[in-house]
């Protein structure tokens, strides 16, 4: 069949983690009791006046910045013109032909490859209400409190062909915007939103008609309805039919997409500038001020750590995860060798903060403790299965490594004489496997270790035990 290349370009949506809201100083707050956290501004009293927050506006030109964006220092918030019960203006504030942020790119790897994703641009608007259906069978309610939140749309060019280059894309942002602390970036609670707009051609021709997939919460989703809308393309082209613009919605459990209703162009929302609001001036000093604030970012971090620790990128990436385990990682590796933290961390760490579903800034455990494990495991203190084995625990208490092993009796045994007394007992006990072994059969040193290792459940120190045996059985 033809050869179809698929095109993808994302819409995000990020909810700004601002402590009031865009144009007026209700708090900021998922979760409050419904329509608690509204005011004549926010619920589009005919009157009422809007502000701009200026902690919104430091929040998106951050995002710009990292993304290698122009910022505009004077951008134009425009209406938005529709009606929608969670609506209650009739309008969306929003940026149309002078954005914030235009222009910027992400370089993100692929399966071993960089791909180059453009960013067309990125403006601020404000989110709308919710309504709410569940809750009376005939009655449909509307909440206000998310009204007039502070978000950012992140327009990228259509760069991707896979599903998976947009859901490393995706996570690329999705990692920006935590690292900046301008986002909480939960998925679930819909601070972090992602539309796909997906179209398929051969390549060599003219782009063909996309559409639009809605409701995709989660990475995972978003990967399998760019792939399942692929398919259902490549369907109706080979066909013979034609694709339709459209909204269509996902449905993970069906893992199908629904049209959900043709598609509305710009000019169908009759924008104009907002009479209510001067244009967003930002001074060069400003800039300068919020240009220098910028923090290491996570591609940069991660050339970083696969530098200091030799290990290769899809390992380390694990370490770059969240701001908070970068942080932990650097700190800990200034005190004990960097490849061993790594492998700790990668290992053992994640392991544990994945059965207890919580960040490592979310436990008693510290980059000193770390530090201090990975220490003692050098000096021949514990083994490297036991510093392994009592990671959990020490999450749990926040305990200092070397107290809690000397307390719980998990020092390593190096001392020859108790050693040579268990090599002794092991080797008497198995006389049949010794015969073996003098007759030639050197594998079985690893099962000797083992004994010995089982019966000083596991403190033995290997290096000893080895040489031990290897006396003892010439
Ligand atoms: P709209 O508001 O109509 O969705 P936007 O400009 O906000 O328009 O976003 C359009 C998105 O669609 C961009 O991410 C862009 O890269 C993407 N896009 C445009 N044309 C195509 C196409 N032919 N196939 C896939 N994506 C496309
Ligand atoms: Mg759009
Ligand atoms: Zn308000």
Redesign the pocket.
Known sequence: MADYEA?????VHVQLATASKLFCSCPNHFGSAPNSNVCEVCAGMPGALPRVNAQAVHYATLVGLATHCEINQNSVFARKNYFYPDLPSGYQISQLDLPLCEHGYLDVMVEGQSRHIGI??IHMENDAGKNIHAQHENVSYVDLNRAGTPLV?I?????MRSGAEAVAYLKALHSIVTYLGVSDGNMEEGNFRC?A???I?KKGEA????A?LKNLNSFRNVQRAIEIEIERQKDILEDGGQVVQETRLYDAVKNTTASMRG????HDYRYFPDPDLLPVGISDEQMAAWRAELPELPASRLARFTAMTGLPEADAEVLVSSRAMADFFEEAASHAEARKVANIMIGALQRALNARGCTVADTQFSPAALAELVNIVENGLISATIANDIVPDLLESGAMPEAYVKEKGLVQISDTGELEGIVDGIIAANPAEVEAFRGGKTKLMGFFVGQVMRATKGKGNPAAINSLLAQKLQ
């Not at 095109?7 to 819409?11: A, C, K, N």
């Not at 327009?155 to 760069?159: A, K, L």
Request: no cysteine; proline share 4%; charged share 40%.
């Open positions: 095109v993808i370009g994302l819409e067309t641009r749309e327009v990228s060019e259509p760069d539309d707009n997906v179209s051609h782009l063909g008609t996309r639009e598609k509305e162009e710009a």
